[in-house]
């Protein structure tokens, strides 16, 4: 038989955020290599947008409006996920907020909004995808895989960002510990690291002429990263090229940080 440990084609998986950005690139990847997908997101117009481009892949597809910061909407879409598209075999957590200020000027409110979206709302889709995970093992069906979407401020000084880099890092503790209970049912738990990547995120500083010249003018490989670029990795995790993969960080930045 052919060897085609990324071919996706019988699994299914779910990524938050999916409708714009590096979730959808995300998502669009996962589709590509052949898996059923479903997006979360809260905007109507953006999850019909991304709808049609998953759906081109021919596989099926599935949009639901979620607010990934109230826990019970979260409860309630995964149930939603699995009951249309029968199994969860990748569930990816991807969907987060920025919103940094000067230390001294951060309200409690700011930090909880960035907090309850980046930290909270990971916990609870990594629980609610690992309950049916690990009941599907439970009946001898073993695998799965969680995956983050962290970035590199979990591990260089974020100015002005002392809740989203708490968040980011935050991830990566709760991935280790996911990875290890989790691994006697074969489920794996990894993170991504994103570096500076063009999406809706970083809109002000796509058109900041100093943050260009001094920050992606700093980046190895000379650009910007596009949602694209998330797209093998995401594969890669879904895949069963990556079985015995886990509890990792996966740099993504175009070398920024390594230089
Ligand atoms: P984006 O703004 O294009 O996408 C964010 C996604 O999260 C959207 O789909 C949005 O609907 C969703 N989202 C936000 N709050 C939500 C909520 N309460 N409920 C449901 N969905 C919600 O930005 P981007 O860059 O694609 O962000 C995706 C992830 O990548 C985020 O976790 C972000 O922190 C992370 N990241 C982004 C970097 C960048 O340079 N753009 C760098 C490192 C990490």
């Known amino acids: 038989m052919a060897f085609k440990p990324f071919d996706l084609t019988g699994k ?6 999916g409708n714009s950005g590096i979730g959808l ?3 669009e990847g996962l589709a590509a290599a052949g898996a059923d ?5 809260r905007n109507a117009d953006k999850n019909a947008a991304a709808l049609e481009r998953l759906k081109a892949h021919g596989r099926r597809a599935e949009a639901l409006a979620v607010d990934v910061s109230d826990e019970a909407a979260v409860v309630d879409a995964m149930a939603e996920s699995l009951a249309r598209l029968g199994r969860i075999d990748c569930c990816i957590a991807n969907a987060g907020v920025g919103g940094g200020a000067p230390l001294t000027e ?3 409110e700011q930090w909880r909004k960035v907090t309850t979206v980046n930290l909270d709302a990971v916990f609870w889709t990594f629980r609610e995808a690992a309950k049916h995970m690990v009941a599907r093992a439970e009946e001898g069906d073993k ?5 983050v979407t962290s970035s590199v401020s979990a591990i260089h000084g974020a100015p002005q960002n002392q809740a989203y880099a708490a968040t980011k890092a935050g991830v990566l503790a709760m991935v280790r510990g996911t990875a290890v209970e989790l691994a006697r049912h074969g ?3 990894n993170a991504v690291l994103p570096g500076w990547i063009a999406t809706e995120m970083t809109e002000r500083l ?6 260009n010249e001094k920050a992606i003018g700093r980046v190895p490989m000379r650009r910007w990263g596009e949602g694209e670029d998330f797209a093998g990795i995401a594969v890669y995790f879904a895949s069963d090229a990556s079985t015995f993969h886990t509890g990792d960080s996966v740099v993504i930045d175009g070398g920024y940080s390594i230089f």
Do not use: E, N, P, Y
């Open 12 to 17: 299914v998986a779910v990524v938050t955020g």
């Open 25 to 27: 690139g995300m998502a």
């Open 37 to 41: 997908v479903a997006i979360w997101g």
């Open 106 to 108: 951060q309200t409690t």
């Open 143 to 147: 695998g799965g895989s969680l995956l």
């Open 187 to 189: 489920i794996r738990a």
């Open 206 to 211: 796509q058109k900041w002429d100093a943050f």
